[in-house]
């Protein structure tokens, strides 16, 4: 785990930014190289400026708000530090989300195309991401309670938390799941019968079923109703409305369908 990669100065080169930075670019490269829809393709450049504004803006509310506003509100000063850590990727999901919705709509384009067409690489940046937090020391585990677990240095989150025990390597198995999870949706890419966004919204349903499991592993989230974190609260809430959409997509890509046929045989 190295937080600083180096330092010149006063400077400080944090390993955090460094590896969102590489996410990113690896996430929006990968997206474009993969679809073939070439009319969508040039507009994934353009909505990743909005993208990482609406995304960091959404992600530190979600971290101040539902994980640490008893340290934050106390510390408002320190809500803009990003660059220490502490960005809650379901608020950069949602924040992202409503920023491509008002792109979208701006630009008078399909959202759901375009989704269909971020989606592998937004979950392989997601993958990425999670190395940033475990270089960070922060998304950590709880306590094993053996010798199995990591062991984080002093400066991380996770030592001032638990000290030296070993804890459960949440963030590193949640990368791990995100990988699957990208391999799983380059799978279903491949058959072009799903109506559009289904493969956006299996991305968010695969993803929010790994984090809700995951999330039982976390030693830094605190508990709502039902002994839940609120990243499983937000890992339902985002599989019950991604399960609506697809209904409603599905009805409509039927409907469409309906139309089409009868009016091919009208003619």
């Not at 996430?27 to 990743?48: I, N, P």
């Not at 510390?75 to 850590?85: D, Q, S, Y």
Request: include cysteine; charged fraction near 15%.
């Amino acid at each position: 785990m190295a937080p600083i990669l180096f330092t010149i100065g006063g400077f400080e080169l944090r390993s955090y930014g460094v590896i969102v930075a590489i996410a990113i670019f690896i996430g929006v490269t990968v997206a474009y190289l993969l679809t073939s829809d070439k009319e969508y393709r040039d507009y994934l450049f353009d909505v990743l400026i909005y993208g990482i504004i609406g995304a960091i803006i959404g992600a530190r509310s979600w971290q101040v708000l539902f994980y640490e506003w008893d340290y934050y509100s106390q510390n408002i000063i320190e809500i803009p530090m990003i660059w220490h850590g502490g960005l809650a990727i379901q608020g950069a999901l949602v924040g992202a989300f409503l920023t491509a919705v008002i792109y979208t709509k701006v630009k008078k384009i399909d959202f759901w195309r375009l989704a269909d067409i971020a989606a592998p690489g937004l979950i392989l940046g997601q993958a990425i991401g999670r190395i940033a937090c475990f270089l960070n020391g922060d998304a950590y585990g709880t306590p094993t309670g053996s010798n199995f677990g990591i062991i984080y240095p002093e400066g991380t989150p996770a030592y001032a938390a638990y000290g030296s025990q070993p804890l459960w390597p949440a963030e590193v198995w949640e990368g791990q799941w995100d990988f699957i999870v990208f391999a799983i949706i380059l799978m279903l890419s491949r058959w072009r019968k799903w109506s559009q966004g289904f493969i956006f919204l299996a991305y968010i349903i695969l993803y929010s079923v790994g984090r809700f499991g995951l999330e039982f592993l976390r030693g830094d989230s605190p508990y709502y109703l039902f002994h839940w974190t609120s990243g499983q609260w937000t890992s339902m809430g985002m599989i019950i409305v991604s399960l609506g959409f697809m209904v409603i997509l599905k009805n409509k890509h039927k409907n469409l369908n309906q139309t089409e046929v009868s009016l091919k045989q009208s003619k």
